[in-house]
């Protein structure tokens, strides 16, 4: 019954710590009930109750997949069952080198199969770092400071690795673990001590959900933006279907999202153009995907659309160049409107840079090179919603912009010597070993010993239990 309750609660609390509305302090607690089990568990217990948690909280996720996001039933299924399996094994791991003796080690295993596994299917799929548990952090502003260092995957390590060191219940891992949680709280507050810089230009998001006469009224929108001293004007993503629009005004730049036979942001009245690179799977599989960046004010500002947004390598091709901010048309399914803002919030840390993103259905937000939301309002479902803010007038350079995704490839290695440490101490069946770190090993007498006459038979050999406390 203890089990099941462990099992239970960390289901319960992953449902809430991920999702489309993710409550971020309760993903730092998800892990700890489920390990908790592992440590006195068997092997195929830890698995099952890992994958059984990831399997049963992310349930709630198959009416998004299926519905907005048009994804086949099997793929859907595929997309909640893998990343279910290897949270398992990495429970499993954790499981395997505490008993083994390795407490550090397997607290670090559980955050690097998971990095791993978030890491390749960024690589290998179509929806980019989309994935993340970082994104739950997001409105954490001193932990999500860390983004600007390692990217996604050094916050996705840390929530794991605090949790696991918790639980393997030694001294050494708490102190790493203290000292990590420490360098990354001061160096996000430090971070956010810095003022906001807001020496650039002005602009203006426009949105409505309504259909409606749209030239009219975006033009409408256009000009109440202008007379306010907007700069810019950004609209959403594919509300249009040619490039023949009547948005050209004096002293505003308006870049309005178009749908022709690429899903297009065009710039009036420069007419810089930028075609989206990644489409949504079924959804806009009628788009030919774009292949290059787009600017404006010289190398100041970028433009990017939406999906873009979730792709760390491409914005990340814009922080090298050195834009101050992007300016995204979007359009969202609603329901995740507070996930997929924060994709872009995140990517803005990452590379130092502001991103000014115009969303129907969804959110119209500005946020800084810090994440901090300058402005936001969710679109009308009839009329005209608007927001404005001052764009920085230079981008901050960060190391994640300069040194990529190093932390992902640290976390696989890190992976790869947890593995090779269970290979090493695995033994061939002469020691065996218990999740709380006692072995037993087997010392054989040889058949020439004779026993007492008065004594019963026994076995070849005789197994003699050797308590030893686990050592790193």
């Not at 996720?61 to 399996?85: D, H, K, V």
């Not at 990340?316 to 160049?321: D, L, S």
């Not at 129907?360 to 946020?367: A, D, K, N, Q």
């Not at 927001?387 to 040194?403: D, F, H, I, K, R």
Request: charged content about 15%; overall charge neutral; aromatic content about 8%.
């Amino acid at each position: 019954m203890a089990r099941i309750l462990l099992t239970l609660t960390s289901a319960v609390l992953t449902h809430f710590g991920t999702g489309l509305h993710p409550v971020w302090w309760l993903t730092w607690l998800a892990p700890l009930p489920v390990l908790f089990l592992a440590r006195q568990a068997g092997r195929g217990t830890a698995f099952t109750a890992g994958a059984l948690v990831w399997l049963a909280a992310q349930a709630q996720m198959w009416p998004y997949f299926t519905g907005p996001l048009e994804m086949p039933p099997a793929l859907a299924a595929a997309l909640i069952a893998g990343p279910a399996l290897c949270y398992g094994l990495g429970v499993l791991l954790f499981r395997t080198l505490l008993a083994r003796g390795r407490p550090l080690l397997a607290a670090s295993a559980v955050p690097a199969v998971w990095v791993t596994t978030e890491y390749v299917m960024n690589l290998a799929g179509p929806h980019g770092a989309w994935w993340s548990l970082a994104y739950t952090q997001a409105d954490f502003l001193p932990v999500l400071q860390t983004a600007s260092v390692t990217g996604v995957w050094g916050i996705t390590f840390l929530l794991l690795f605090v949790p696991a060191s918790i639980a393997v219940l030694r001294p050494r891992a708490a102190v790493v673990s203290g000292v990590l949680v420490a360098l990354t709280l001061g160096h996000g507050f430090v971070r956010l001590a810095t003022p906001a810089d807001t020496g650039g230009r002005k602009v203006a998001l426009v949105a409505t959900d309504n259909s409606e006469d749209l030239v009219r009224r975006y033009g409408e929108a256009v000009d109440t933006a202008a007379a306010h001293g907007a700069e810019i004007v950004v609209l959403p993503e594919k509300v249009f279907e040619n490039a023949d629009l009547p948005f050209t005004r004096p002293g505003v730049e308006v870049i309005a999202g178009i749908a022709m036979e690429t899903n297009s942001a065009v710039s009036y009245p420069s007419g810089v153009r930028y075609d989206k690179r990644h489409m949504i799977p079924g959804v806009e599989r009628g788009f030919r995907p774009g292949t290059g960046l787009a600017f404006l004010d010289g190398d100041r500002l970028g433009l990017i659309i939406c999906k873009d947004l979730d792709f760390p390598g491409l914005v990340r091709e814009y922080g090298k160049a050195g834009v101050a901010a992007l300016l995204a048309p979007a359009w969202d399914f609603d329901e995740d409107a507070w996930l997929h803002s924060r994709m872009a919030v995140v990517r803005g840390v990452e590379n130092g840079l502001a991103v000014a993103r115009a969303a129907r259905e969804g959110r119209l937000t500005v946020s800084d090179n810090l994440g901090r939301i300058v402005t936001e309002r969710h679109s009308d479902r009839t009329g005209m919603a608007m927001v404005t803010a001052t764009l920085p007038q230079e981008g901050s350079a960060t190391l994640y912009t300069a040194l990529g995704d190093w932390a992902a490839w640290a976390s696989a290695g890190l992976l790869l010597l947890a593995l090779g440490a269970l290979a090493r101490t695995k033994s061939s069946g002469s020691v065996s070993g218990s999740p709380t770190g006692e072995t037993t090993r087997s010392l054989s007498i040889p058949s020439s010993v004779s026993e007492p006459a008065n004594r019963p038979s026994t076995s070849a050999s005789t197994v003699i239990g050797t308590p030893r406390r686990g050592m790193e």
